[in-house]
């Protein structure tokens, strides 16, 4: 039903569940009902004669967009839109944050992270020693295989230095690193409650700073002319609305929720992946923007994939279903063979590729097998294991052939050479003459009872993104920036990290180029 603002009485604060931030009470008058509720978003631009569409419920939408455009629409409320809204907002900018989330899902992957990776001079309270320019970036050459952007590489590195500061300034409390943690407590800061109260932090920083955030809005469609972005379309709690802005930043994530758009690389495949993340991040911006001639870059079949419980939920199950315990046992297909080295290098150095590696079994499951020695040496996991008397029992439990498992599991522990076992180094317990072999930590599987896990690849990101340069501006195809769009977070990662990943360096490039982001949109948009 549409209709038209008769008159209009500011009363109170009024807080709803769903739909805008912080919405406002409004008495007023329209054909067929004396009293609603307009959103706050509307507040201040309301005049007699708006155009207005009253839903079911009693909330009411302001059809007309103000005459005086915002300054910078933020696109996808996780870490890198919230550094840039905050940024853009003490620069002074009028900004508007569209999430597609409703408010208690909030904060996309960046609500899943616990630490971030930053350059320091010298120990703190939290760090346990320096990390400097040269060695973040020879780890970031190591990981990446020179697949990187040094010069956006180094300014994000150094810039880094000013998080330790910069986060707290905004609400994020510190704590020191926590054992099972993958042996950052030295290059990582961990936030204290996690990337959970982070967001929530920064949420409550946008609300004292005047940002507004609008949930249940999901952007569709940009209107881009010319290198220039004019406007976003956007679905907000149902209804479609128009945003015109002077600029925008991009902050909407990679696209590993849309499995139809992972499946054009992965094939089938893709139907068996969970994903460790919010089921908003399908990509929709990046298309857009892909669509309106923005460069490309990084591998789009690409994506950080680890080994997760198969029984983890299809969605945003986050960090508590990864499992560990692949250094300490044997894994097997369904097949019921051995395919890759379990003790190849450290846990934190080899997590990352094992997603691949069982994106490329039969469909797409493993079974991780230790015995009773190997459960305390890696993080409990969140579902209990398969457990068994037996090895035969543990198969049949699992689903496997007994007889199979058996064998396997007689072979490898007949190839086990004797050796020092030691969890922290890359000791000299490995096998000789099985193929393929297990490099370290290799003790026989004889201690029951035995446990078992079955393991799908968990996709944490995709690598596909736009280029940007050191402004946050995309760049555009023949090289040249686009005049007022800005990306940051996921959706330009692949610029500095093109391959391969670094613990805690997701939220690093995010908080980076969401602030040089939201400094860049409000230069433009108020200059
Ligand atoms: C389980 C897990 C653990 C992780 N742990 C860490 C860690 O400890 N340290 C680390 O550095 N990194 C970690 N990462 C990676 C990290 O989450 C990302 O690098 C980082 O959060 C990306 O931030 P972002 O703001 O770009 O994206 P996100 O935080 O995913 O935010 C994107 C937002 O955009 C919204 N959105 C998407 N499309 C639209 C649209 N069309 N319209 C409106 N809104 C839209 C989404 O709803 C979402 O809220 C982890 C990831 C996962 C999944």
Known sequence: MRD????????????????????????????????????????????????????????????????????????????????????????GARVLLLESATKDLRGGNSRHTRNIRAMHKAATAYLTGPYGEEEFWEDLLQVTGGETNEHLARLTIRASEELGEWMPANGVRWQGSLRGTLHLGRTNLFMLGGGKAMVNAYYNAASRLGIEVAYESEVRELKIGDKEFLSAVAICNGAAREFNAKAIVVASGGFEANIPWLKEYWGEAADNFIIRGTKHNQGQMLKELLQHGAKPVGNPRGCHAVALDARAPKFDGGIVTRLDSVPFGIVVNKEIKRFYDEGEDFWPKRYAIWGKLIAEQPDQIAYSIVDAKALPLFMPSVFPPVKAGSIAELAAALGLDPSALVAVVDKFNREVRPGAFDPASLDSCRTEGLHPPKSHWARAIDTPPYYGYPLRPGITFTYLGVTVDEQARVIMQGDRPAKNIFAAGEVMAGNILGKGYLGGFGLTIGSVFGRIAGREAARYAIS
């Open 4 to 91: 038209r603002l008769i008159s209009a009485k500011h009363t109170t604060r009024y807080a709803l569940k769903n739909g805008f931030h912080h919405e406002i009470a409004i008495k007023f008058h329209h054909e067929g009902a004396p009293t609603s509720i307009l959103p706050r978003a509307t507040r201040g631009r309301m005049q007699e004669g708006s155009d207005l569409r009253v839903l079911r419920g009693g909330k009411v939408f302001l059809m007309a967009e103000p005459k005086s455009p915002l300054d910078v629409l933020i696109v996808g409320g996780g870490n890198a839109g919230l550094c840039a809204a905050i940024t853009a907002r003490c620069a």
